[in-house]
């Protein structure tokens, strides 16, 4: 019997419940009875509605879909989701910002996470996304800190300008991302109308061995759309939810938001004499270096019918590979790797894997590991070790990614190793790409920031960034922030 249909309301354990609009008293008007278990229950199931909100990408909405296979990519991996053109697989897809907790407006600037699980027939292989190809850091190592400075301050309660430009400002690397941040492309319209991009550089090998640096890009196919600062201002005020919305009603009416999906490839021979180091999550490949190969397309197509269950409790990590694909040395993803699996294993539990929306779809898992909070049973009397001699899952033998060469001593060295490995270039190209009404607003979005600093060495050590990434756009950031400051 389903919800929907009328029948008697039960206690968790199944009884009958007699009242629910009237607590079980001592005598009419008389102190409420401990015995009234329905009661002490609904209210005690109540305070545990809530897990740990995540602490980044807090705020998201989610959608199942389909990836489809458009183009023969066999010479470079030997996935098998991507084994033959035409191919379709099941996908779930969760958009995010980044900074808000989880009750915050969706029209906001801030990147949006664009983290999406494909339930291949080897098992779920997770890219967990934005819909920013860089990101503000390259080490894992200040990913705590940076963070620190972007959600609320330990005194005030509040997002501090100067926490966030202070760190920005020390943090030169961060230059390429915040111009993508504070350009028009910083508050998207909606969920349906941004790109996404796995961002990190990931491994593909195919059948003979052969490696290949690969990016993903999935080009929206909405065309982008964007709000202003003033435009986001009215519409996160009138509708917190507006992103959510949107993608919810499009796809009940039946308008399925659809992405073109591109890979950029480098041969593992380039990665060494590139110009620059192609691991770094600060760095786009420029497409004239490796033009973008169109493979397929992601729609999506159902929305969850339970966002607590669906939405909430959704697992995605990095680590999740698939025979045929794997990680790459980007600082950035060796972090992540180790953090999204012990983020969820904080937040929803070691045995999280195997909710509905987590567990793979087109596989199973089948492995030793057992119990454990929410342990449901499976895999019920078989061994639960091995190797063993009853049978069972044993390994493959066969790793999911080629082994890397690597030379030169351990140590937490900086030293760049690549001609062009510096911090300003591609911030100064992006820069030099936009329009004269971008620029405009892009300094106007800015300044108004940075004006809110208490520190004027903190101001003046942000625009000196952006100075270095080009002198024009330096030269406009500081006079508009003086202007403001007075
Ligand atoms: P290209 O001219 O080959 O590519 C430029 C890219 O910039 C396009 O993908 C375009 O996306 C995107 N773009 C256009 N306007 C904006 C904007 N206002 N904000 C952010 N992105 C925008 O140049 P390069 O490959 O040499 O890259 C130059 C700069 O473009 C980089 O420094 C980087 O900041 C930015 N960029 C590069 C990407 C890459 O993978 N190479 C991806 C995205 C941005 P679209 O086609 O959707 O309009």
Redo the contacts with the bound molecule.
Sequence with gaps: MTLQEPGPLTTEAGAPVADNQNSETAGAGGPVLVQDQSLLEKLAHFNRERIPERVVHARGAGAYGTFTLTADVSRWTRARFLSEVGKRTETFLRFSTVAGNLGSADAVRDPRGFALKFYTEDGNYDLVGNN???FFIKDAVKFPDFIHTQKRDPYTGSQEADNVWDFWGLSPEST?QV??LF???GIPASYRHL?G?GSHTYQWNNEAGEVFWV?Y?F??DQG?RNLTTEEALQVSGMDPDSHQRDLREAIERGDFPSWTVQV?IMPAADAAAYRFNPFDLT???????YP?VEIGTLELNRNPENIFAEVEQSIFSPAHFVPGIGPSPDKMLQGRLFAYGDAHRYRVGVNGDHLPVNRPHAAEARTYGRDGALYDGRHGRARNYEPNSFGGPAETGRPLWQPLPVTGATGASQAPVHAEDDDFT??G??YR??SEQ?KARLIANLAGFIAKVSRTAIAERAVANFRRADPDYGKRLEAAVQALRG
């Design positions: 920013t190809p860089v390429h111009t993508w350009g028009d492309r790109n991009y990016k890009h080009k929206t982008i950029q760095k786009v490949w420029p497409h004239a270096d973008p591609q911030a190209d992006l790409m936009l971008e």
